[in-house]
């Protein structure tokens, strides 16, 4: 009696067993399927290779520009009665202090809750403790950053004059390192691969990328600040950045397998960038 329950368990077993067995070739149909329907976001498999710029985008591919504003690169605004992506004779840089720091004032939305401002707060620290540049408080300053939860992640280039909205939606923007990526925007910079030197570091994939997002990866007449190409700055677009089906658009030279972009905060190469731009370490 014993040995008849075992058997029938035995055969039990391999019933079960059987009937989870894959039936041949039906992965391959399957991935077909998978490969129309992917976009670039659902390439990255692993959730922790997502950069800053994957995130935002990401965010902001469900925003509507906003009334009067445009964006370029997925991310920067520009009114359209301003336009200045090159930062003519240093116009859009904040100014420096006599003490040698310069002073970014800010306001924060009241919408923010303690987490989310955490966040921000971390982004800027990330910044302030390897620069000379410090976020304040607003007090009395004509110039600042207004830090609101709009729609999407994005922020003007450099200083504007007046109030400048940067959007950090919540919670979609609340990474510090996308508050970073925004906040590098404020002070001046554009994405990493835009340089003017990027042809000799990456290969833009032009047939992977949206026919309606090309303008995206146009270069820009950048102040390189004598520093290397950074591929690990928190300012590089990730690797399938507007990709149509899923492929690459953005491949590293010569090692195409160099990781690019991260979502950490700024890197150390971006630190230095920005010590450069500002002379930090010496007072004006
Ligand atoms: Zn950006």
Same mark, same amino acid.
């Given at each position: 009696?014993?040995?008849?329950?075992?058997?029938?368990?035995?055969?039990?077993?391999?019933?079960?067993?059987?009937?989870?067995?894959?039936?041949?070739?039906?992965?391959?149909?399957?991935?077909? =399927? &998978? /490969?129309?329907? #992917?976009?670039? @976001?659902?390439?990255?498999? !692993?959730?922790?290779?997502?950069?800053?710029?994957?995130? *935002?985008?990401?965010?902001?591919? =469900? &925003? /509507?520009?906003? #009334?009067?504003? @445009?964006?370029?690169?997925? !991310?920067?605004?520009?009114?359209?009665?301003?336009?200045? *992506?090159?930062?003519?004779?240093?116009?859009?840089?904040?100014?420096?202090?006599?003490?040698?720091?310069?002073?970014?004032?800010?306001?924060?939305?009241?919408?923010?809750?303690?987490?989310?401002?955490?966040?921000?707060?971390?982004?800027?620290?990330?910044?302030?403790?390897?620069?000379?540049?410090?976020?304040?408080?607003?007090?009395?300053?004509?110039?600042?950053?207004?830090?609101?939860?709009?729609?999407?992640?994005?922020?003007?280039?450099?200083?504007?004059?007046?109030?400048?909205?940067?959007?950090?939606?919540?919670?979609?923007?609340?990474?510090?390192?996308?508050?970073?990526?925004?906040?590098?925007?404020?002070?001046?910079?554009?994405?990493?691969?835009?340089?003017?030197?990027?042809?000799h570091y990456v290969t833009i994939v032009w047939k992977?990328?949206?026919?309606?997002?090309?303008?995206?990866?146009?270069?820009?007449?950048?102040?390189?600040?004598?520093?290397?190409?950074?591929?690990?700055?928190?300012?590089?677009?990730?690797?399938?950045?507007?990709?149509?089906?899923?492929?690459?658009?953005?491949?590293?030279?010569?090692?195409?397998?160099?990781?690019?972009?991260?979502?950490?905060?700024?890197?150390?190469?971006?630190?230095?960038?920005?010590?450069?731009?500002?002379?930090?370490?010496?007072?004006?």
């Amino acid at each position: 009696m014993h040995s008849a329950v075992m058997l029938l368990g035995v055969l039990f077993g391999l019933l079960a067993q059987a009937s989870t067995l894959p039936v041949k070739n039906s992965t391959g149909v399957y991935e077909g =399927k &998978m /490969r129309l329907k #992917r976009k670039y @976001s659902d390439e990255i498999r !692993d959730h922790e290779e997502l950069t800053a710029m994957d995130q *935002i985008l990401a965010v902001n591919s =469900k &925003m /509507r520009a906003p #009334r009067g504003l @445009s964006f370029r690169e997925g !991310d920067i605004a520009t009114s359209f009665v301003r336009s200045a *992506i090159n930062c003519p004779g240093n116009a859009c840089l904040w100014p420096k202090a006599v003490d040698g720091f310069v002073y970014v004032p800010y306001i924060m939305s009241p919408l923010y809750d303690d987490m989310d401002r955490i966040t921000i707060e971390t982004g800027m620290e990330d910044i302030s403790s390897g620069t000379c540049v410090k976020f304040v408080p607003r007090t009395h300053e004509a110039s600042f950053l207004d830090i609101q939860p709009r729609y999407g992640c994005w922020s003007f280039l450099g200083q504007t004059g007046g109030s400048q909205t940067l959007s950090l939606q919540t919670p979609g923007c609340m990474w510090s390192g996308v508050a970073a990526h925004e906040l590098m925007h404020a002070l001046g910079f554009v994405h990493e691969q835009s340089r003017s030197d990027r042809d000799h570091y990456v290969t833009i994939v032009w047939k992977n990328i949206m026919a309606d997002h090309m303008h995206n990866f146009r270069k820009q007449l950048t102040n390189n600040l004598n520093s290397p190409y950074d591929y690990s700055s928190v300012m590089h677009y990730g690797r399938y950045a507007f990709s149509e089906d899923g492929g690459p658009t953005i491949i590293p030279k010569p090692d195409p397998y160099i990781p690019i972009g991260q979502r950490d905060g700024p890197s150390a190469l971006d630190l230095h960038k920005i010590n450069v731009l500002y002379n930090c370490g010496t007072n004006e």
